[in-house]
């Protein structure tokens, strides 16, 4: 526990994150977690977050030493892809009794990875650590080395129980386990000037797949996605990359930074998110290559693609915008960045009636400002029953959010998409945002909207309205 502790700390203190460095020291040392508010949902725990960031490295076994449970709750619960092995998708468990907690789980998950190891051969087994096998005190790190030397293959060990925090903290934690253990371990078999890595892109429903192409025709290398159909010798090779991009989210952000500070990879903070924040992404890439040393053609051909790209992506959109335009649109978001759906959404001509900056950082804020120019349309938190009121007094013609809130939507019998990590379609990359649009329009325009608001027949006859 001594060691679990030690990590949070070093979690806590961010240096690349401007939200931490405002904070006392006495703030900083309390980490970023908010008191619950008794009632509320308290969301994904530290083991969550860690297996959502790691999950997506698809050739390797996630093995939870924990009670079967923990692995049910986090089994692939976000829609990663994989364009090959499908390893990351078995759901594998110690599947902790009681007789364990009685006489430890150390035996019983060396056993396991020993099964594993032999049915399905995979390049590296990660293990995490969850609450109770955590309480009995079952020491993941030296049955991991002792594995490791055994088997000669890497046992990771993620050091990630529940009550360590939350989701985002197990984000970090999931970096940490791959600095210390997996990033630098192997060498690419060559390096090009062009070579990138992308951290903080899962993959889900295959976003990933929407951008590569892109990079494809700049001649940019994906050396490692971390974590998106990433493999295992991809992110130990990762270390040889000439740039880094950080996928709009500060919740791996300790990997970019060390990574900077141990291999000197600068990193910048992108989204693939709406047309403007895509071609801005791109330059972004080809410029931190060129000062890199990478030959500078590069940025010509980065121009060319992003403007025919812009100019295919606008004449698809076209259509759609007759119809979006002026429609209000009620944005509740968290995992992915406000500004960048703000802006995507904007650029199909329709109105945001609110956006949601509970998680938001006070760059995103500032951003948010400068695309909307008016202040009010932020709302720090919005209870259940406001969002309801708005959508049943018509203050907003559909809502984005994710699936938790659907329920509010479809309670006031309004248009709903989900537009969060659970979400089933792809939303990045110049593609993305007109499926975005598309799938807005698909909402909107459904039949069952009319049928819904109806009134039922058997209920009474309504009485007309005074006046007529
Ligand atoms: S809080 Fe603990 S017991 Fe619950 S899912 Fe997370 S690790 Fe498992």
């Given at each position: ?10 979690v ?25 508010t ?48 499908g ?49 009995i005190?079952d ?65 889900l ?21 971390i ?15 000439r ?21 000197g ?58 119809r ?9 978001t ?66 984005l ?68």
């Amino acid at each position: 526990m001594a060691l679990l502790s030690e990590k949070l700390q070093q979690v806590f203190e961010e240096p690349a994150c401007a939200k931490n460095l405002a904070k006392s020291t006495k703030e900083r040392k309390q980490g970023c977690t908010k008191q619950l508010t008794p009632g509320a949902a308290a969301g994904g725990c530290a083991f969550d977050g860690a297996k959502i960031a790691l999950q997506p490295i698809t050739d390797v076994a996630h093995l939870v030493h924990g009670p079967i449970a923990c692995e049910g709750h986090s089994w692939d619960n976000r829609h990663s892809l994989s364009s090959g092995p499908g390893t990351y998708r078995t759901g594998f468990t110690t599947d902790i009794s009681e007789l364990d907690i009685v006489y430890g789980g150390e035996k019983r998950l060396y056993r396991a990875v020993k099964e594993i190891i032999d049915k399905y051969d995979p390049p590296a087994v990660f293990v995490y650590q969850t609450c109770v096998t955590a309480l009995i005190g079952d020491d993941i790190e030296a049955v991991c080395k002792a594995a490791s030397a055994k088997f000669g293959k890497p046992v990771i060990p993620v050091n990630v129980p529940g009550f360590a925090g939350v989701k985002n903290l197990g984000n970090k934690l999931a970096g940490e386990a791959l600095l210390d253990h997996v990033i630098g371990t192997q060498e690419p078999a060559f390096t090009t000037p062009y070579d990138i890595n992308i951290i903080g892109e899962f993959n889900l429903s295959g976003e990933l797949w929407q951008v590569k192409p892109l990079l494809d025709a700049m001649g940019v290398r994906v050396l490692a996605c971390i974590s998106g159909d990433a493999r295992y010798a991809e992110v130990a090779c990762s270390h040889r990359a000439r740039a880094t991009m950080m996928v709009c989210s500060k919740a791996m952000i300790n990997v970019a930074r060390k990574m900077e500070e141990r291999y000197g990879i600068p990193f910048f903070e992108g989204s693939f998110y709406g047309i403007g924040d895509m071609s801005d992404s791109l330059r972004q890439i080809a410029r931190l290559l060129v000062d890199r040393g990478a030959p500078d053609d590069i940025l010509g051909r980065t121009e060319r693609l992003i403007a025919s790209e812009e100019a295919r992506a606008w004449a698809r959109i076209e259509p759609y915008k007759q119809r979006l335009r002026g429609r209000k649109v009620l944005l509740i978001t968290g995992g992915v960045k406000s500004w960048s759906v703000v802006a995507a959404l904007q650029e199909a001509g329709m109105e945001i009636v609110g956006t949601s900056v509970k998680k938001s950082t006070r760059e995103d804020k500032d951003r948010i400002k400068e695309i909307m120019g008016d202040e009010a349309h932020m709302i720090d938190d919005m209870s259940p029953r406001e969002m309801y009121k708005m959508l049943k007094e018509a203050r907003a013609d559909i809502m984005l959010s994710g699936g938790r809130s659907q329920f509010v939507a479809l309670k006031a019998k309004m248009p709903w998409l989900d537009i969060n990590q659970e979400r089933h379609y792809a939303y990045a990359g110049y593609e993305g945002i007109v499926s975005l649009v598309a799938e807005i329009d698909k909402t909107l325009s459904n039949p069952v909207w009319d049928h819904v608001r109806a009134p039922a027949p058997w209920d009474p006859p309504q009485p007309p309205a005074a006046g007529m």
